[in-house]
């Protein structure tokens, strides 16, 4: 069975802190069939929503890296509690690519020409998971349009740390 990919999810910065930190992802308890699919060497395209830097007006949502799944989705010894949020299951990832703080692939302009939002006019109503399942011709678009702006990992972490410790809680 060959790898799947998928959009990732997050709406909050310390979330994406944490996953960036911590080379981890944490799911909610709510039962997501995409979230139990999840299987080791599935790519995760990382995307920041508009609302996670605290300035949807300002903010875009951004696909800011690449991951791959290193381990599968089991119950965490300790859930991980974020933004008041309890996380109870998770799963490894190895962090490949991220951009710099504030920059990556603008998804809005591109839904038209994705096939995993096939009513661009209520496009991000199928943002309010952690998972979106995408084509391989939707990841070969993303991840081509991610490459040039996305480098190491451990260039921009630190500015996407910064912001996540400036935040208030």
Same mark, same amino acid.
């Given at each position: 069975?060959?790898?799947?990919?998928?959009?990732? $999810?997050?709406?909050?910065?310390?979330? $994406?802190?944490?996953?960036?930190?911590?080379? !981890?992802?944490?799911?909610?308890?709510? #039962?997501?069939?995409?979230?139990?699919?999840?299987?080791?060497?599935?790519?995760?395209?990382?995307?920041?929503?508009?609302?996670? *830097?605290?300035?949807? /007006?300002?903010?875009?949502?951004? =696909?800011?890296?690449?991951? /791959?799944? $290193?381990? /599968?989705?089991?119950?965490?010894?300790?859930? =991980?509690? $974020?933004? !008041? !949020?309890? *996380?109870?299951?998770?799963?490894?990832?190895?962090?490949?690519?991220?951009?710099?703080?504030?920059?990556? =692939?603008?998804?809005?302009?591109?839904?038209?020409?994705? %096939?995993?939002? #096939? %009513?661009?006019? =209520?496009?991000?109503? !199928?943002?309010?998971? #952690?998972?979106?399942?995408?084509?391989?011709?939707?990841?070969?678009?993303?991840?081509?349009?991610?490459? #040039?702006?996305?480098?190491?990992? %451990?260039?921009?972490?630190?500015?996407?740390?910064?912001?996540?410790?400036?935040?208030? /809680?």
């Amino acid at each position: 069975m060959s790898a799947s990919t998928y959009l990732l $999810i997050l709406g909050e910065v310390r979330a $994406i802190a944490w996953v960036l930190s911590e080379s !981890r992802m944490a799911f909610p308890r709510t #039962p997501r069939s995409e979230v139990n699919q999840l299987a080791v060497g599935d790519e995760l395209l990382i995307y920041a929503t508009r609302g996670a *830097f605290g300035n949807p /007006t300002r903010d875009r949502g951004r =696909v800011i890296g690449r991951a /791959t799944v $290193i381990s /599968t989705v089991t119950e965490l010894d300790e859930p =991980v509690e $974020i933004a !008041r !949020r309890e *996380f109870p299951r998770g799963c490894a990832l190895s962090i490949d690519a991220l951009a710099p703080f504030r920059s990556g =692939v603008e998804l809005q302009p591109l839904v038209e020409y994705l %096939d995993a939002f #096939p %009513d661009p006019k =209520v496009w991000s109503v !199928r943002l309010r998971r #952690p998972l979106l399942r995408l084509s391989e011709r939707d990841a070969n678009l993303l991840r081509e349009a991610l490459r #040039p702006m996305a480098g190491s990992p %451990d260039e921009h972490l630190g500015s996407y740390l910064d912001r996540a410790a400036a935040r208030p /809680t």
